[in-house]
């Protein structure tokens, strides 16, 4: 089955920056949306950033002017870079599509000193 494969997660430091990427382990046809979401224990799952096959891009109030989310439509693959982090964003990252199989596993990203 196809899956969804995150990486770049992992400790970051206050103030820092990590880059996060997913990409699917074979062919997904006709993907429109992709993006991130983030989930912290005791809380709902937030939304991060999303981004259209045609570049629209939607964010979080909490990760606007921070993070940027883009896409390699050739390769079916969404980016999400994190600059200025901050402990609150610390949670578990999950790439999202809005085609089978819809979700990531998840990576978890840590901020703090």
């Known amino acids: 089955q196809v899956q969804l494969v995150e990486s770049g997660g992992g400790l970051g430091q206050p103030g820092g920056s990590l880059r996060l990427s997913c990409a699917p382990s074979?062919?997904?046809?006709?993907?429109?949306?992709m993006g991130w979401y983030r989930h912290t224990p005791g809380k709902e799952r937030d939304l991060v950033a999303t981004?259209?096959?045609?570049?629209?891009?939607n964010y979080g109030d909490s990760v606007k002017g921070r993070f940027t989310i883009s896409r390699d439509n050739a390769k079916n693959t969404v980016y999400l870079q994190m600059n200025s982090l901050k402990p609150e964003d610390t949670a578990v990252y999950y790439c999202?599509?809005?085609?089978?199989?819809?979700w990531g596993q998840g990576t978890q990203v840590t901020v703090s000193s």
């Open positions: 074979g062919s997904i046809f006709s993907i429109n949306v």
């Open positions: 981004i259209t096959r045609g570049g629209r891009t």
């Open positions: 999202y599509v809005d085609v089978y199989p819809y």
